[in-house]
């Protein structure tokens, strides 16, 4: 049903919430799976236009990527890691198309209307966007144990 899910990592505690869910997902159904970080620094937003060097903030990104993939690897799953600049909504729906994802995987914080307006909904943004089939996992909720 679904072969490549496209996971939107935060490289916050959130993600200890959907992790879980999507490697038993991915187990059960045999998908590959896409973990995605934006990095959306203003080293992130300007790299190619002022062609910047790579910030620490990138580069600890790209290492949160490859340490929850190999993890995710040593439990027998297919994964890619793609670390992406800019906008988050943006740069999610672009990788999901570009990639070709039937699934996007992403967690919500539970912001209320006040909150959405001044910080913005990525989920929000991505569906309304959007004909890939979205699974959202409430960050800190359910039963499951951070990701080791």
């Known amino acids: 049903m679904y072969q490549k899910i496209l996971v939107a990592l935060e490289n916050s505690r959130a993600d200890d919430t959907l992790v879980p869910h999507i490697a038993e997902l991915a187990a059960r159904l045999g998908s590959e799976l896409l973990l995605v970080h934006v990095a959306d620094g203003f080293a992130a937003r300007n790299f190619d236009q002022l062609k910047l060097a790579e910030s620490a903030e ?22 890619g890691t793609e670390l992406v600049l ?3 909504p943006t740069e999610i729906l672009k990788t999901a198309q570009i990639r070709s994802c039937d699934l996007i995987a992403m967690t919500s ?15 929000d943004k991505v569906r309304h966007n959007t004909t890939i089939p979205i699974l959202v996992v409430r960050a800190g909720s359910g039963t499951a144990a951070p990701f080791a």
């Open 58 to 79: 990138m580069k600890a990104d790209r290492t949160y990527l490859d340490g929850v993939a190999a993890r995710l690897r040593e439990k027998g799953l297919s994964v």
């Open 86 to 88: 800019g906008n988050p």
């Open 109 to 123: 914080h539970g912001h209320k209307l006040v909150g959405d307006f001044f910080l913005g909904s990525t989920i």
